[in-house]
């Protein structure tokens, strides 16, 4: 074993042969096993899957004749170090030889591997598009943790929620993710949770955005920020997304005049990125309570925005012309409302609502409107 291990850098045929001797011949299972971790590894470093997936078979066999415990964590570095495979392909048969040991007459002989393999399995689903499968796959899972002692004692039941939460998100079911977020809200957070990066973010992403719907922006953005942090923690591509609401919810919150979305460490350099720089001009013209700059370019980024931004995206547009109303009113003893209209670029109707609105809300006092002349 240890002649082969000394071939894996210079001659790696040569130690597969020497490892494929004791796998072969070796009476004692640990032996065996170890020479088949060792093969995997140089099959894996030799681009040769089918041939890791062979062997992996063979290992699963041979794991059932050592200490239950040792075989146990064997598999479960294997799993942590094979489950980063980016082959959607590779990892789909990974699963189904994983899964299949599992079982013995149709009954699950380790709850947690077998959870733990679903929950990878469902996450494979959900990245391919195929959300009905992978929620059938997690409902599954609900079932198995419901009979077992895993739920009270696990994650488990936090990263099916996640998992149901990036369905619904990308989806854009916001009528489920309220109740995921009211689900997720009842279960408390291990150290173990807090310590998943993808979870927490998962987890985070849900409750800022059920919370903007529920207009509550400040603890929206607070939200948000723990999310990004998370998914930029693992370079997910789903941070940009999570940073454009990011912005957005922390200029509606109220003191969205005050904060500058891009102030924290976290933010700051993506602020000069190609793909963040219209945000953060929007950012800064909203601050700046400048209509027309904004007005130049909201329309580039309402084009681009996802389903939940556009929830989203015209609050901010009503909000920065209820500002500039405010502020030329302020200035003004007497303002046309063809003025205030050409100057946010908008119709007469709409700028009457508007200071109508603003009139009811108390936020003009001592305004009065006059339909008949046009004027305020």
């Known amino acids: 074993y ?8 210079e001659e790696p045929q040569k ?3 020497q490892f494929r001797a004791i796998i072969d011949t070796a009476s004692d299972a640990e032996w065996r096993l170890k020479a088949l971790k060792q093969s995997m590894k140089l099959y894996n470093q030799l681009g040769a899957h089918d041939q890791l997936l062979q062997t992996y ?10 200490n239950r415990n040792q075989a146990e964590q064997s598999l479960n570095k294997i799993i942590a170090f094979y489950g980063r495979n980016p082959s959607q392909e590779f990892l789909t048969k990974f699963y189904d030889l994983t899964l299949a040991s599992l079982l013995e007459n149709g009954t699950i002989t380790n709850e947690r591997l077998w959870t733990k393999i679903n929950l990878g399995n469902a996450q494979l689903l959900t990245d391919a598009g195929d959300f009905n499968a992978a929620t059938k796959l997690l409902d599954l899972v609900t079932a198995v943790l419901a009979a077992s002692t895993l739920s009270s004692s696990s994650t488990y039941p936090l990263e099916v929620i996640a998992g149901k939460i990036q369905i619904h998100s990308a989806a854009s079911n916001f009528g489920e993710l309220r109740k995921l977020h009211k689900q997720a809200s009842k279960l408390s957070y291990s150290a ?13 992403e849900c409750a800022g955005k059920t919370l903007s719907l529920y207009k509550k ?7 948000f920020f723990t999310a990004f ?3 930029d923690e693992i370079g997910h591509a789903q941070r940009g997304a ?32 190609s793909q963040f720089r219209a945000w953060a001009e929007l950012a800064a013209c909203y601050q700046a309570c400048d209509a027309q700059r904004f007005n130049a370019v909201f329309p580039e980024l309402e084009r681009s925005a996802d389903p939940f931004m556009l929830l989203i995206l015209p609050e901010l547009a009503e909000k920065i012309r209820e500002l500039v109303v405010i502020n030329l009113l302020s200035v003004f003893e007497t303002c046309k409302l063809a003025y205030l209209a050409g100057h946010l670029a ?10 109508v609105r603003l009139i009811n809300n108390g936020k003009l006092l001592g305004v009065k409107l006059d339909l008949v002349q046009g004027i305020v």
């Open 192 to 204: 173990l949770t807090l310590s998943n990066p993808l979870i927490m973010a998962t987890l985070s």
């Open 242 to 273: 999570v940073l454009r609401y990011l912005i957005i919810t922390t200029l509606l919150s109220p003191k969205g005049l005050e904060i500058n979305p891009f102030q924290s460490n976290e933010v700051r350099p993506f602020a000069v990125l």
């Open 57 to 66: 078979r063979e290992f699963l066999d041979v794991s059932k004749q050592v």
């Open 15 to 17: 130690a597969l042969t």
């Open 346 to 355: 908008i119709s007469l109707s709409q700028i009457e609502s508007i200071v």
């Open 229 to 231: 942090k998370n998914y």
């Open 217 to 223: 922006y400040d603890k929206a953005a607070e939200h």
């Open 2 to 9: 240890y002649s082969a291990k000394a071939y894996k850098a």
